[in-house]
């Protein structure tokens, strides 16, 4: 039994009978070809063309500058950057899945002389912070070491996460 194409009246067209009576002389089935191989192929290289498109689409134009012009935008101070690069090595370090992006990495390059200095000087007291947490050891309270931990890495994707409320873009959590 046949299916009709047209479900008011019925019928196939002549142009379905046509392309049936075709594929049947040929020994092919109206709905499978002989060989797939030439449709696998002309699949695999439009795929490969369009994430060679998205990827360039995706790639910054140039990350110091567009990440100095973000930083211009917000008027953060050196100490503030400081603060949340910091911020985002520490949570890299104690958060699960946690990672730092390549913002973070440039945003040293950012200051000179003594705006530097103040960066660094923050950056590593904000970093020193993170670490005593990583390492916290409370007898008392055991649990209240888990619960500062999970807190401060809330507080982390909430404020540099993708997209974050301070300094959006500097981490990023990565689940396996």
């Known amino acids: 039994m046949q299916r009709s194409s047209n479900p008011h009246t019925g019928k196939r067209s002549e142009i379905e009978d046509t392309i049936i009576q075709t594929g049947a002389n040929r ?5 499978r070809p002989k060989s797939l191989e030439y449709l696998f192929w002309s699949i695999v290289g439009w795929m490969a063309i ?6 360039a689409a995706d790639e910054p134009k140039d990350l110091l500058s567009t990440t100095r012009a973000a930083i211009k935008d917000t008027n953060l101070t050196p100490y503030d950057v400081g603060s949340r690069y910091g911020q985002a090595l520490g949570a890299a370090e104690t958060c699960a899945g946690g990672k730092i992006t390549a913002k973070t990495s440039i945003l040293a390059s950012l200051y000179t002389g003594a705006n530097l200095e103040e960066f660094k000087a923050q950056e ?5 912070a ?3 947490a990583k ?3 409370r007898d008392d309270y055991p649990d209240q070491c888990k ?17 974050g409320t301070v300094l959006p873009g500097l981490f990023e ?4």
């Open 124 to 128: 590593k007291k904000i970093y020193d």
């Open 173 to 176: 959590i990565s689940n396996p």
């Open 27 to 31: 020994g092919m089935g109206v709905s």
């Open 50 to 55: 369009c994430a060679q498109n998205a990827h």
């Open 147 to 163: 619960v500062i931990i999970d807190e401060s890495c809330a507080a982390a994707v909430s404020e540099i996460g993708p997209k």
């Open 135 to 137: 390492h916290c050891v």
């Open 130 to 132: 993170w670490m005593s």
